[in-house]
């Protein structure tokens, strides 16, 4: 197999026009850029199983510029006693009348499958390997498709109207905290905790908080109910005394809180003062208070859920 200084990894993606711009958010703090071809190539490893738009990964063992020399190097592989299946992947970056349609994926999958030496198992292989095209250029390695972790917890024992989704908690989760290594993060306003579940159900160190008792109790309820051990406390973002990494602040709105405009600036302010990075979730232009906070914004996206628009904004 071919040398190289740091993996390569191939991603793919699926997403409603109505979550391309939280899907390209979400990109873009993975891996520092963003596509609309639904594939991208990167030395960064995520997990597929984070996103809610990544379908799967390849991490690139072998690559050519045709398929033949992908054919030439898979001679190499020895499965041994082990069982392997290979899929081609259907998105690609190729457009008319260059696209690979599905008998002629098929007819490659069976070409590398009969150059590697081992037992092929379409059902339950030891190994699944994968291949793609991006560039031009024809990739073959490791596959993982993406399991709909979110899915298992859309129906919680406490819910809230207003809450966010699952799909789109767990992108606002990766948008805060794109690598979870030795990060601290903090809800101070968690609600019924949709967005600490999402975040504990990916290892991320993240506590909850909020004013409302009974959201705290059902926040609570919620993380246990899934099997998570996470900290919910009970009481304003003025009385958090310690220092986080990232806040993630579903600004509460006046049309379902008794939250004032005052409370609102009040609570960015608070959050300016506890975390270097804040992500800030909204249903109204709140750029001013932001900066008047003593925010940057550095990037942002809408997203919708039924008639709700929210905006998610990156502050630093």
């Not at 071809?37 to 995520?46: K, R």
């Not at 606002?172 to 101070?188: E, H, L, S």
């Amino acid at each position: 197999m071919t040398e190289q200084t740091k993996p390569t990894f191939i991603y793919t993606f699926g997403y409603s026009k109505e979550e391309r711009e939280l899907c390209h958010l979400e990109m873009r703090c993975f891996f520092g850029k963003e596509t609309d071809e639904n594939i991208l190539i990167s030395h960064v490893n995520i997990s597929p199983s984070r996103s809610p738009f990544i379908r799967e990964r390849i991490e690139v063992t072998l690559e050519g510029d045709e398929l033949q020399d992908i054919l030439d190097q898979v001679t190499a592989i020895k499965m041994a006693d082990e069982t392997f299946k290979v899929i081609f992947s259907k998105t690609n970056d190729r457009k008319p009348p260059h696209t690979i349609e599905y008998q002629e994926r098929r007819d490659i999958e069976r070409s590398v499958g009969w150059l590697i030496e081992g037992e092929a198992d379409v059902h339950q292989p030891d190994h699944t390997f994968g291949m793609a095209t991006v560039g031009g250029r024809w990739y073959f390695g490791h596959y993982e498709k993406s399991e709909a972790v979110w899915l298992q917890h859309t129906k919680k024992p406490r819910e809230y109207s207003t809450a966010l989704s699952t799909r789109v908690a767990r992108a606002v989760m990766n948008i805060a905290v794109p690598n979870p290594q030795g990060i601290k993060a903090i809800d101070p306003c968690c609600g019924i905790g949709t967005v600490l579940v999402e975040g504990l159900s990916m290892g991320i160190n993240i506590e909850g908080r909020d004013i409302n008792p009974l959201v705290v109790t059902g926040s609570r309820e919620n993380i246990a109910h899934f099997g998570f051990n996470g900290t919910v406390t009970m009481g304003p973002i003025s009385e958090v005394t310690e220092k986080y990494d990232v806040a993630i602040i579903d600004l509460p709105y006046n049309l379902y809180t008794h939250a004032t405009p005052e409370d609102q600036f009040s609570i960015l302010k608070q959050a300016r003062r506890i975390a270097d990075k804040v992500i800030v979730i909204t249903i109204e232009s709140m750029d001013e208070k932001v900066k008047e906070s003593g925010f940057s914004i550095q990037d942002r996206c809408l997203t919708q859920k039924g008639h709700f628009t929210r905006e998610i904004l990156v502050c630093t």
